[in-house]
């Protein structure tokens, strides 16, 4: 399986953007980059994913470098909610597709 | 929508007893998945399955048991519990690298 890299933990101000990284060298032509989040003490939520465009929903966008070896999910404008993990993770496009959790990205939000 | 519902929340098991947790979603998505999370960890991947009839072993399988008899239902069997096995489970179901759903979990301490 195609594997992601990721900060362990990263900080940001209330209301400022955030940036947070991924890197996939190993990435296959036909894998999805998919990101999710677990805020304290619930279930992972999905936050959004794509294949080699950037993509924009309400909850945030993502940034794929041309390469496809990294990408960056963007939200915009943090809030305190936005405090949790945040998991970059590729889906296989092969039929047998599932969904493989790493160490993720511990995102702190100060006011 | 009931999404993915998880019974029951909380559990206590005695090491050796067998209990089944139950995972049933409405959205009518072929793919299903059990994961367990431990304090401060990840999640890792107990089992999957891509639809009736049909289930595949994830990262860390030893110690359950899982069937699929109908899209509905995800049943994740524990026969002679563990300490081990002290874990959040977290059950999940998508279409296939689409966005996944995730239930609220069960919370189960074996002692």
């Known amino acids: 399986d195609a594997k992601t890299t990721q900060p362990n933990s990263m900080e940001s101000n209330e209301e400022e953007p955030v940036h947070l990284p991924c890197n996939h060298s190993t990435i296959s032509g036909t894998d999805y980059i998919h990101w999710y989040r677990q805020l304290p003490s619930q279930g992972p939520e999905y936050v959004i994913h794509g294949l080699t465009s950037n993509v924009n929903n309400r909850m945030a966008s993502l940034a794929i470098a041309e390469d496809r070896k990294s990408s960056t999910l963007i939200l915009h404008r943090a809030t305190l909610r936005d405090a949790a993990v945040y998991y970059c993770i590729l889906r296989l496009s092969n039929r047998d597709d599932k969904i493989i959790f790493g160490k993720g990205t511990r995102l702190h939000i100060l006011p | 929508n009931a999404g993915v519902t998880q019974t029951p929340k909380f559990r206590i098991l005695k090491i050796g007893q067998s209990m089944t947790l139950q995972c049933t979603q409405d959205m009518n998505h072929n793919y299903m998945y059990w994961y367990r999370q431990d304090p401060g960890m990840g999640l890792k991947l107990i089992y999957y399955s891509v639809g009736a009839g049909i289930t595949d072993k994830g990262e860390v399988p030893n110690g359950y048991n899982v069937s699929r008899s109908t899209t509905e239902d995800f049943p994740l069997r524990l026969e002679l519990a563990a300490p081990s096995q002290t874990s959040v489970y977290f059950c999940?179901?998508?279409?296939?690298?689409?966005?996944?759903?995730f239930g609220q979990g069960t919370r189960l301490t074996v002692v």
């Open positions: 999940a179901c998508d279409r296939g690298n689409t966005e996944a759903f």
